[in-house]
C-alpha cells in the first residue's frame, strides 16, 4: 500500500506557531489588563456617575480688567545665592 507523502512545514510557518502566536496572545492578554477597568464598567449596571455640570464662564464685569499675559517679569524669583551656586554647578558641569 503506497503511503502518501507528507508535506513539510515551512520554516515561516513554524516560526508563526511558536514565535508571533504566543506574542499575540501575551500582548492580548496585556491590553485587556491594561483597560480592564474600563470593560468592567461597561458590563456593571447600576454604578454609573452623573457627569459633573460644566461651568459656565464667568462674566467680567466693566470695572475689572484682564490680567495681562505679556508680563516681563518672572513667576518665579530665584534668590541671588541659589542663582550663584547653579551658574557654578553649569560652569563645573561644561568642563
Do not use: C, H, Y
Not at 508571533?20 to 500582548?27: E, G, R
Not at 462674566?59 to 517679569?73: G, L, S, W, Y
Amino acid at each position: 500500500m503506497a503511503k502518501k507523502k507528507r508535506r513539510k512545514r515551512s520554516w515561516l510557518r513554524t516560526i508563526f506557531l511558536f514565535v508571533l502566536t504566543p506574542l499575540i496572545v501575551w500582548s492580548g492578554a496585556f491590553i485587556i489588563w491594561l483597560f480592564w477597568n474600563d470593560i468592567a464598567a461597561n458590563f456593571t449596571p447600576g454604578k454609573e456617575q452623573p457627569k459633573p455640570a460644566a461651568k459656565a464662564p464667568r462674566e467680567i464685569e466693566k470695572n475689572e480688567m484682564p490680567a495681562r499675559t505679556d508680563d516681563k517679569q518672572p513667576k518665579e524669583k530665584i534668590l541671588e545665592e541659589d542663582r550663584k551656586k547653579l551658574g557654578e554647578i553649569i560652569k563645573k558641569e561644561n568642563r
